[in-house]
């Protein structure tokens, strides 16, 4: 016997390429293109380091307060963690512990099942159709859970509101957990419906449309006894985990308002004409409402695209997966940077065409 | 049934009351008195606040590679996570899935129970003596890990180098995480024996020492291997634990050794003669090598003195636990927070004299 012995065993996770080209166009977790808002830059300019000798608010109530006002709930709706894998982590530790299983699309976000691993969650993948759509009354056999993102990822797809509310009717007694990562990008958000069901969680973070990948802030909206057991089990291992300059970063970035819909907008125009001159070109797309389309070309794989792209130094993402195989995801950047990509696009299969 | 059958059983933790009192003096969290280094500051009004729209780096490779300088370690053998709270518990998940027990002392830091109750880890509490003294012969029995803070928390009481040895010795076969969080106060430091055992896992803090509470910095120094293997369980899960900021902002620290041993020896210092003050009163106190010390009265109760000193805006640490009930941990200021602490105490028992 050995300590080796003793290891945790995982899957160890294989990243996402994070290569580091000078001329680049980085298309491949779906980072913003624009930077934050420039509050956030007077807020770093004005902050006084001195704070940083104490620890931070535990529960992060003045950006639980801010947050209150702008989704109009209540700050016990609310609650903050330390971007949303972590928001999502602790939702499956403290909701998802039923014999039943927790209902996943088998096509989704890749660290649903890592979770369910991690907390001895059992869980069942739910097949998605031949295109990708969520079949909503596949959700309500007997279960311990429903996890689904909306828009999902990597399809962009999204469902509406009256889905949303055919399973939560139908799931009385399990706790809904919608992933609203991808939201503001064009979806149905489900917020409006928390009054109404009390088994429905919601989560967001500040990663994408509000361009703060880097400070890791997620969200988590629901009825206020879920969200306090939600900060019961946070709070009974981690007192700490959201540092005081992130909270103080995300207050700023909710109160510029303005800057949050240009920005948005703006992604969502260049999305729906990039789509379209995809499509110009021959290639099968989802219509997808996230910051990223998911695209296929019918004569040529996802492989080759990938390679031809990055040799261009444009990276995008590609699984090695059966029914994702032939699919990449493409995260929507500038005007410029979309214009080059299609332009790439165009030229690649004219040249292949020869 | 409903979902609310399904909810994680946690013992909500007590956090210690945060008052906020205008001209409190607040001394029952071990933070630092003095602000971070001016370097820190620096960082803040210079950082381009444009990159926060992209993922920090997952595994902090630049903050490594300073501290690995600082340390004089290599790269791999440091792991950098949100705060050294997130940094035990991803070591206590990785490490023990033995089926024997965890060994832990049973007056020590109240999260290490938390761990192993969240991860289902078998542990023994090991009595220390009455006079809080780590008997390290009783850290040879069968184990499945070994778990100690150096100094020890709340008592401040250290253990040495030929301890250490002698524990890690004995049990080659289990992994010896020794938490240093107070150690740069006096402590002596097992770094130097990581080389000799590769069972030997440390663990940091940027929060006490480094004044940097608020930004949630924590490090684990080991072999290659075994931060390999806390790297796989960290990404199998949560790629993105530590932000940008944190990042930037723990390397200017790091930069600055001056500023660090200056703040350093002055909290010793401070914690010196407090002592000695204290001991002239008639308070007995373990011989703290920790930004705090612990002391009890003999004839006065941990709760009155805890009540007095509320009264007078000293905000102290107390637990309503057997063992404990009679002590205080008091988090050492500056030099004028200490002396009106000693100041009060002693006029405190002349006028209960009377």
């Known amino acids: 016997?050995?300590?080796?012995?003793?290891?945790?065993?995982?899957?160890?996770?294989?990243?996402?390429e994070q290569p580091d080209f000078m001329d680049m166009i980085k298309l491949n977790t779906n980072e913003n293109?624009?930077?934050?808002?420039?509050?956030?830059?007077?807020?770093?300019?004005?902050?006084?380091?001195?704070?940083?000798?104490?620890?931070?608010?535990?529960?992060?109530?003045?950006?639980?307060?801010?947050?209150?006002?702008?989704?109009?709930?209540?700050?016990?709706q609310i609650f903050i963690g330390n971007g949303s894998d972590e928001v999502l982590s602790l939702s499956f530790l403290t909701f998802f512990n039923s014999d039943k299983?927790?209902?996943?699309?088998?096509?989704?976000?890749?660290?649903?099942?890592?979770?369910c691993d991690l907390y001895d969650i059992e869980y069942k993948n739910v097949a998605l159709t031949q295109d990708f759509r969520l079949?909503?009354?596949?959700?309500?056999?007997?279960?311990?859970?429903?996890?689904?993102?909306?828009?999902?990822?990597?399809?962009?797809?999204?469902?509406?509101?009256?889905?949303?509310?055919?399973?939560?009717?139908?799931?009385?007694?399990?706790?809904?957990?919608?992933?609203?990562?991808?939201?503001?990008?064009?979806?149905?958000?489900?917020?409006?419906?928390?009054?109404k069901y009390e088994n429905l969680l919601i989560t967001r973070t500040f990663s994408k449309s509000r361009a703060l990948a880097g400070i890791r802030l997620g969200v988590a909206l629901g009825n206020e006894f879920a969200i306090s057991k939600l900060y019961d089990v946070k709070n009974s291992f981690n007192s700490y985990p959201v540092d005081s300059l992130a909270q103080e970063i995300g207050i700023a970035s909710i109160l510029d308002q303005k800057y949050f819909d240009h920005t948005v907008k703006k992604i969502i125009s260049t999305r729906e004409w990039f789509k379209a001159s995809?499509?110009?070109?021959?290639?099968?797309?989802?219509?997808?409402?996230?910051?990223?389309?998911?695209?296929?070309?019918?004569?040529?794989?996802?492989?080759?695209?990938?390679n031809a792209l990055y040799?261009?130094?444009?990276?995008?993402?590609?699984?090695?997966?059966?029914?994702?195989?032939?699919?990449?995801?493409?995260?929507?950047?500038?005007?410029?940077q979309m214009k080059r990509v299609a332009q790439f696009l165009k030229q690649y299969l004219e040249e292949r065409k020869k």
Request: glycine residues 4%; charged residues 25%.
């Open 1 to 16: 016997m050995s300590w080796k012995d003793n290891l945790r065993k995982v899957h160890p996770y294989v990243a996402g």
């Open 33 to 76: 293109p624009y930077p934050p808002s420039p509050l956030v830059t007077k807020q770093l300019r004005q902050y006084d380091s001195k704070d940083l000798r104490l620890y931070p608010q535990a529960d992060a109530d003045r950006l639980r307060a801010e947050l209150a006002q702008y989704y109009r709930l209540s700050e016990q």
């Open 101 to 115: 299983p927790l209902l996943i699309p088998d096509i989704s976000y890749s660290f649903y099942p890592v979770y």
């Open 135 to 195: 079949v909503f009354a596949d959700y309500c056999q007997p279960n311990g859970g429903i996890v689904f993102a909306n828009p999902n990822a990597p399809t962009g797809l999204a469902i509406n509101l009256h889905e949303i509310e055919y399973i939560l009717q139908k799931n009385p007694d399990s706790l809904v957990l919608i992933d609203e990562a991808y939201v503001d990008f064009g979806g149905q958000s489900a917020i409006s419906l928390l009054d």
């Open 278 to 306: 995809l499509i110009t070109l021959g290639f099968e797309l989802t219509d997808s409402k996230a910051n990223f389309v998911f695209v296929k070309h019918p004569k040529i794989s996802g492989k080759e695209l990938f």
């Open 311 to 336: 040799d261009e130094k444009i990276i995008v993402r590609h699984w090695q997966k059966p029914r994702l195989n032939d699919w990449l995801r493409i995260t929507i950047g500038t005007d410029d």
